[in-house]
C-alpha cells in the first residue's frame, strides 16, 4: 500500500512538474508551428499557386488548438482572428462570422476589435444568406459606439448605410449610383 502510494505521489509530482515546466515552451512550440504553416501558405500565394485545402486545415486546427490550450496568452486572440480570415478567405462566412464573435466575446480588448465588427457588419450584409439587417444594425452601431474618434468619412458611410439598412448590398450600391451622395 505504501509503495502504490509512494509511487502515484512520484507520478503525480512528475506530472504536475513537467506540466507547469513544459507549458511555456508547448506554447512557443505550437507558435513555432504556426508560423512554419503560415510560411508555407504564404509560398504559394508568392508563386500564385491555389493554396492546397489540407494545408490550410493543417494551420485552422493548430490556429484553433492554441486557442483551446492557451485561452489566456495574448496570441490566442489573434489565432482566433486568423482563423475568421482564413474561412472568410475560403468562402465560409458563417464559420468565420461563429469565429469573429468568439473573438468579441471573449477578448472585449483585442486591438483588431474593430475590425472584427466591421467584418462581421459586411458578413450579414452581403455574404451570410438570407441577409440578417437586424445584425448588420447591430454591428455597426457596435462599431461607432466603441469607436467614437472614427475617421469622419468612414462614420458618415456607415450612418448612411444605417439608414438604408432595409436595401441589400446590391440594391444599396444601385442607389449610390444613381445619383444619391452619401454625405
Known sequence: MKIALLFFSVLFFTLT???????????????????????SLSSFQV??????????RSLLASLVDFHTLYPEEPYAAECLDKVHMLYSGMGNYKRASQYADLILEKYP??????????????????????RDSVKVKYYYKLLLKENPKLDKDKKEEILMRLKYVSLNFDEYIAFLTKGHDIR
Open 47 to 56: 508563386e500564385n499557386k491555389k493554396v492546397p485545402e489540407d494545408k490550410q
Open 17 to 39: 512538474s513537467c506540466n507547469s515546466s513544459g507549458s511555456a515552451e508547448s506554447a512557443e512550440g505550437l507558435k513555432d508551428e504556426i508560423k512554419m504553416k503560415e510560411d
Open 109 to 130: 480588448k483585442y486591438v483588431n476589435r474593430p475590425m472584427i465588427i466591421e467584418s462581421q457588419a459586411s458578413n450579414f450584409d452581403i455574404f451570410i444568406l438570407p
